[in-house]
C-alpha cells in the first residue's frame, strides 16, 4: 500500500502548477449556496475569482456584487442570454434550479466560456444530452461534484484502485436531511418536478453515494432497483420523501444507498473488499469533521483529516485543468450517466422491477 495514501492525506495530486492568471467566473443563480459558498471560496482562492453575478431579480444581483470583493458587474438572466459583459468572465458557475441549466450552459457555450454545471447535470436525460452537445468539441465542462476533490473521497479511491481492500464486493452509502427545517417554506424547487426532476430525494441527496461510488470503484452502474414512498403533505408532489436503491456496477461490485429529506441529517460511505474495508462518516456534508477508516486483514487505521473547504478545493482544481489545458473530471458524459441512472431508479420505484441501464 502506497503511505502517502495516509500520511500525505491531504495531498492535491491532481496540482501541477501554481502560477497561472486567476479564472474569472460569471456566478448564475445567486441562491444561499452560491452566496454563501461558491462566491466566499472564490474570494478565498488565488486560482479563480468573481467579477460578474447573474440573477432573475435585478436588486438581488446588485446586492450581491455590492457585498462581493471583486464582482463589479450584476446582470439579470435576459442580459447574460443576451451577451452582457462577456469580456468580464473567463467562466460560468451555474445553481440555479435543476431544470434551469441547460439554458444557460448553452449560452456560455456560444460565447466560448468554460462551464462548471452544478449536479444533477439537468433535470431529465434528454436536457442533459443538450448540455453535451453545446459544449463538446466546444467549451470546458464539468459537473460540480465536490466529493471527487475532497481529499477523504479521493484517497479511498487510491487505495481502492491499488488493492488495498482486495477486491471490492459491497458498497453502502446513505444521505439525509430535514429539508423543511432548513427551508421552512415548502414551496421550494427541490419540491417541484417541473424544477427539479422526477423527485426530490434521490435527485438531490441520493445522487451523493451514488456518484461517489462511481467515482471511488472507477466504475458505472448497469442495473438498478429501488423503493420509495412519500407520506408528509409538503412531499406529495414527489414520490420520494424516503427511497432506498441498489446499484450493480459493471465491475460487479453491488451497492445499497438510501436517501431522504424529511430525516435526521446524517450521511456515510463505505466500500467492503475481499480483504478489507474503508469508509467515511459523515460524509457528503460540507464543513463537517470526516473519520476516515481503513481496515485490512482485521488491522483497523484512523485517521481524522484536517477539514478542508471543499468548494474551495472544486474551483481551485477547475481553474487549474482549465488554465493548464487539462481534462475535467467529472465531464458531461459522466454527469450524462448520473441522470440516466436516477431516472431509472425512479422507473425502478414506480414499477417494482429491476431497471437495465
Request: charged fraction near 30%.
Amino acid at each position: 500500500m502506497d503511505a502517502r495514501a495516509l500520511s500525505e492525506f491531504g495531498r492535491r495530486d491532481w496540482e501541477t502548477d501554481t502560477d497561472h492568471e486567476p479564472v474569472r467566473f460569471a456566478m448564475i443563480g445567486l441562491g444561499w449556496w452560491t452566496r454563501e459558498e461558491a462566491i466566499p471560496a472564490t474570494e478565498e482562492s488565488d486560482r479563480c475569482e468573481t467579477t460578474v453575478v447573474v440573477s432573475g431579480d435585478r436588486d438581488k444581483a446588485a446586492d450581491v456584487a455590492e457585498a462581493s470583493a471583486n464582482a463589479e458587474t450584476a446582470v439579470t438572466y435576459e442580459e447574460f442570454h443576451d451577451g452582457a459583459a462577456t469580456d468580464e468572465y473567463d467562466a460560468v458557475y451555474i445553481a440555479t434550479p435543476n431544470a434551469k441549466h441547460v439554458e444557460f450552459v448553452e449560452s456560455a457555450a456560444e460565447f466560448g466560456k468554460a462551464v462548471l454545471c452544478e449536479k444533477p447535470m439537468e433535470a431529465t436525460p434528454e436536457r442533459a444530452r443538450r448540455i453535451v452537445e453545446a459544449c463538446e468539441g466546444e467549451v470546458p465542462l464539468m459537473v460540480a461534484y465536490r466529493m471527487h476533490t475532497e481529499p477523504a473521497v479521493r484517497r479511498a479511491r487510491e487505495l481502492v484502485a491499488e488493492g488495498a481492500i482486495g477486491d471490492p464486493m459491497l458498497v453502502h452509502g446513505s444521505m439525509s436531511q430535514d429539508l423543511l427545517e432548513i427551508f421552512s417554506n415548502p414551496d421550494q424547487w427541490r419540491l417541484d418536478p417541473d424544477l427539479s426532476g422526477p423527485g426530490a430525494s434521490v435527485m438531490d441527496l441520493g445522487i451523493y453515494p451514488l456518484n461517489t461510488a462511481r467515482f471511488v470503484l472507477d466504475a458505472d452502474p448497469v442495473e438498478v432497483s429501488a423503493l420509495a414512498r412519500s407520506d408528509g403533505e409538503a412531499f406529495s408532489d414527489v414520490p420520494d420523501e424516503v427511497a432506498t436503491f441498489e446499484v450493480r456496477f459493471d465491475d460487479g461490485t453491488l451497492a445499497a444507498c438510501s436517501a431522504s429529506q424529511n430525516a435526521n441529517r446524517s450521511s456515510h460511505l463505505k466500500v467492503v473488499g475481499t480483504d478489507g474495508e474503508v469508509s467515511i462518516e459523515p460524509a457528503f456534508f460540507d464543513r463537517q469533521s470526516r473519520q476516515f477508516e481503513l481496515e485490512v486483514n482485521g488491522t483497523r487505521a484512523a485517521v481524522e483529516p484536517e477539514q478542508v473547504d471543499q468548494m474551495l478545493e472544486e474551483f481551485d482544481y477547475f481553474a487549474h485543468q482549465v488554465r493548464t489545458d487539462r481534462d475535467l473530471y467529472a465531464d458531461g458524459r459522466h454527469g450524462l450517466v448520473d441522470i440516466e441512472t436516477l431516472h431509472a431508479i425512479y422507473e425502478s420505484a414506480e414499477q417494482g422491477s429491476v431497471v437495465e441501464l
